[in-house]
Nanobody, 115 residues
């Protein structure tokens, strides 16, 4: 069974940092691009960052220079290091593959950034 499990969210003040983790089952981790999405209240889910199996990365313009996606192949884990957080980063963050599969969405992890 494929699983993607997110963790690491929390409440942080503006300007602070958080590191999210996504543990993926080995079958999908080794062959797929892994992505981070987020969904803020009342908004559509948006792509935040992606990392290929070879380590190439891409970011949404809104997070470039602040967020860093990385992967630890030995742990089947993808990280999202989020620095200089802003209130507009408040959302539930999810990981998935690219293109996203509906059956891979997990519970996500809540990130709340206060002023």
């Amino acid at each position: 069974q494929v699983q993607l499990v997110e963790s690491g969210g929390g409440l942080v003040q503006a300007g602070g940092s958080l590191r999210l983790s996504c543990v993926a089952s080995g079958r999908i981790f080794s062959i797929n691009t892994i992505t981070w999405y987020r969904q803020a209240p009342g908004k559509q889910r948006e792509l935040v960052a992606a990392i290929t199996s070879g380590g190439s990365t891409n970011y949404a313009d809104s997070v470039k220079g602040r967020f860093t996606i990385s992967r630890d192949n030995a742990k089947n884990t993808v990280y999202l290091q989020m620095n200089s957080l802003k209130p507009e980063d408040t959302a539930v963050y999810y990981c998935n593959v690219w293109p996203a599969r509906p059956d891979y969405w997990g519970q996500g992890t809540q990130v709340t950034v206060s002023l």
